[in-house]
Every structure is written in structure tokens, then in C-alpha cells.
């Protein structure tokens, strides 16, 4: 694999401050990046099966790096399934972040990542399946944006997800789900020396889940109801009258959506869709609207 990539850039700011223009010439900001990848595949009758792969990269500007992923599972009876995965990954700065004036760093550093995840698939009868994983992620060099992009030392990820299905009736389904996640970011104070670690997971919440309920009341009629709640989850916004960015937390939300569909002769179905049922008042990014009750509804033809 062989990529090649140049920018060709005019800017111009008009402001009180009088106009600027700027250029970036594809003659000064090129940079290109080849690799060498390949994986194998391990498959034993037992139900022990191991893959792994790895890559080679040269980089223009930042040399030769590799990574690597190892994928561990055993398979129970043909249907159990128990999982490990270790991968490792290489992220180098685009050319906007090395090359642009004001905001470019040239002396970014790419971002190297340790990635850990483990899980199990699992099925209890013919109608009630189960899924576990968790994982952790670690990022050393994280490249994020202050007054210009900068690099910052590290970056640790880690959370996980419950899933399940369960068909009590051929005609009834059960989905539901729980997430976690939680992050810190660590950086270096350049005058004490100190390290500062923040949460920096903006508008993901740590806690998430949901439940949905799919009956099919006759060959024809499906009706679904479905509830989801959103955890609380911090937001950064500018603030116009300090000319600052501020941190505030968004309140956790429900969401409450119902959906029916008649499906005539498999030809045409009648839907409707409601979402938000209970007209809950949220927000998902400071200063922007979210829709309140709503719908849809329609008819659908197949020729």
C-alpha cells in the first residue's frame, strides 16, 4: 500500500484587524507513507483458532514503524465464543495539523496506541444469546488542539458493553444493552514539571443503556417500542463574552420512540414512526436544539 498526499491551500481573514492572506504550496507540504502487511489464520477441530497480522510503514517524515494484532478465540460446541484481541496502531498528523499557518505544528509527534479487548458470545438456549466485552486503550503522544495542535503524553481508555436477545415467542423480541465508558487525559505542567490528568471524553457518557421490545402481532402488523437512556457527559463550548472555552455537564436524558408497520401482500407497507414520545427536553451540544416530539409516516410500494 503507497499513498501520497500534497496541499494546495489559499486563505484569506477579513477582520478588524485588517485582511490576511496565507498559502500552502504542495511543493513544500508533501508527505507519503508505504507499507508491507500481511496475516495468518490458525484453525484447530478442538475450537482453538488464532489469527494474527502485522504491518511495516515508512513514513516521509516520521521514519519506519510496525504494528501488530493478535486475535486469540475458542469456539464451545460451534457456538460459545471466547475472545482476546491485542493490537497496537500508528497515527501520524495529518497535513492540515503539520502545515497550516497559525495552527501547524511541524514538530507533532504521531500517536501510538496499545489497544486490550476481551469478550465471550454466548448462547443459552435457541432463543436467549448473551455478549460481554470490555477493553482498555492506551495512547501515548495525543495530538489535540489549544491555541494550535500540540501534542499531549498520554491518553487511557477502558469500558465495556452487556447485549442481549431474547425471543420468548416466536413472535416476540427482546433486545436490550448497558455501556461504560470512561477516559483521562494526562499531560506534563512545562514549568512544574507536575502531570495533570482530566476526564476529556466530551458528550460520550460514562453510562448508556437501552431496551426494545418487537412484537409481530400478525403476519401483516409489527409494532416495536423502544427506550433509551443517556447518561450525563461534559461539553466544552466558547464562551462570546470571556472569549474562553468553558466546561459545563449535560444532564442525562430518556428517549421513548414507538414504530408500527402493516405490510400489504408484500407490496406496500404503511409505517409510523414517533420518536421522543414523552417530549423530554435535552441537549446534545451546548447552544444547538434538539427535536422534541416528532414523526414520521409513510407508504412504501414494491414493484
Do not use: C
Not at 53 to 70: D, E, I, K, Q, V
Not at 141 to 154: G, L, R
Not at 183 to 204: A, C, H, I
Request: charged content about 15%.
Amino acid at each position: 500500500d503507497y499513498r501520497f498526499n500534497k496541499i494546495d491551500q489559499h486563505s484569506l481573514s477579513i477582520s478588524a484587524f485588517g485582511p490576511y492572506e496565507s498559502d500552502l504550496s504542495p511543493d513544500s507540504t508533501r508527505i507519503n507513507i508505504g507499507s508491507v502487511y500481511a496475516s495468518v489464520f490458525f484453525k484447530d477441530t478442538s475450537g482453538f483458532h488464532f489469527e494474527a497480522g502485522g504491518r511495516w510503514n515508512h513514513h516521509s517524515l516520521y521514519g519506519n514503524n510496525a504494528t501488530f494484532t493478535l486475535n486469540p478465540f475458542y469456539l464451545i460446541n460451534g457456538k460459545q465464543k471466547i475472545y482476546v484481541n491485542i493490537s497496537s496502531a500508528f497515527n501520524a498528523p495529518s497535513l492540515y495539523q503539520l502545515f497550516t499557518p497559525f495552527y501547524g505544528n511541524l514538530s507533532l509527534q504521531p500517536e501510538q496506541a496499545l489497544n486490550y479487548e476481551a469478550g465471550a458470545d454466548l448462547f443459552f438456549s435457541s432463543n436467549f444469546e448473551f455478549r460481554i466485552t470490555a477493553f482498555a486503550r492506551k495512547v501515548k503522544h495525543v495530538i489535540a488542539f489549544t491555541s494550535k495542535y500540540v501534542n499531549f503524553d498520554k491518553q487511557n481508555d477502558k469500558g465495556g458493553e452487556i447485549e442481549f436477545t431474547y425471543t420468548p415467542l416466536s413472535s416476540l423480541k427482546l433486545t436490550g444493552y448497558y455501556s461504560y465508558e470512561a477516559g483521562q487525559l494526562t499531560t506534563q505542567n512545562s514549568v512544574t514539571k507536575s502531570d495533570t490528568s482530566y476526564n476529556n471524553l466530551f458528550k460520550r457518557p460514562k453510562n448508556s443503556f437501552g431496551i426494545s421490545a418487537g412484537y409481530q402481532i400478525t403476519p401483516a402488523l409489527f409494532v416495536q417500542l423502544q427506550s433509551k437512556y443517556v447518561g450525563k457527559r461534559m461539553d466544552i463550548f466558547f464562551n462570546d463574552i470571556t472569549s474562553a472555552q468553558e466546561q459545563l455537564w449535560l444532564k442525562g436524558y430518556n428517549l421513548l420512540d414507538f414504530y408500527a408497520a402493516y405490510n400489504w401482500k408484500q407490496k406496500i407497507t404503511l409505517f409510523l414512526n414517533l420518536k421522543n414520545i414523552t417530549d423530554a427536553h435535552y441537549v446534545e451540544t451546548t447552544g444547538y436544539a434538539t427535536r422534541g416530539f416528532n414523526f414520521t409516516t409513510g407508504l412504501s410500494f414494491n414493484l
